[in-house]
Structure formats: structure tokens, C-alpha cells
């Protein structure tokens, strides 16, 4: 499913801030990627990734609103395989 492994697991601001972090799941930065910079459609982002044209679409929505907060309120990004529960980040 993810065409590309990330260089790096996490983005912190400079400086840094206590703030609590956004989570971008991989599937969520793949389709990111390939919707945003590889300039794919949906549709064949979609066949790239095994899933459906919506699923793309919800992930990419899901990947811009995440890294729109954390570039304009300074929070730290953190790429994980899945979201950790609430329970695991209280």
C-alpha cells in the first residue's frame, strides 16, 4: 500500500512547544502524496493504494486538516502506522 517508507517518523517545531501532537497515519500521508505531489486523481491514487476512490478522498482530507493545524498552531507531526487510542495518549 505505501509506494514510498518516510525518511523520518516526526516533524517539531523550532522552537519547540508544549503542545500535544498530530498523528498522520501512513495511509493517510500516502494518499497525501500521491493526490498532492505526485499529482495522481483520486481515483488512480486509489488503485495504487488497493482502495476505493472515497477512502482517498476521506484520507486525503483527513492528512490536509492534520497538517494545516499543526503547520498554523505549531504542534509537533508524528507519522505512525495508526492513530494511538485516546487511552494510550491520557
Known sequence: MLGITPPTNSFTPNPPR???????ELAELEAFRLVDLEGLSQEEAG???GVSRGT???????????????????????????????????
Open 18 to 24: 508544549n503542545l500535544e501532537p498530530v498523528f498522520l
Open 56 to 90: 482517498v478522498w476521506r484520507l486525503v482530507q483527513s492528512a490536509r486538516k492534520k497538517t494545516a493545524q499543526a503547520l498554523s498552531e505549531g504542534r509537533p507531526v508524528y507519522i505512525a502506522a495508526s492513530a494511538p487510542s485516546k487511552s494510550a495518549t491520557q
Open 47 to 49: 488503485q495504487g493504494m
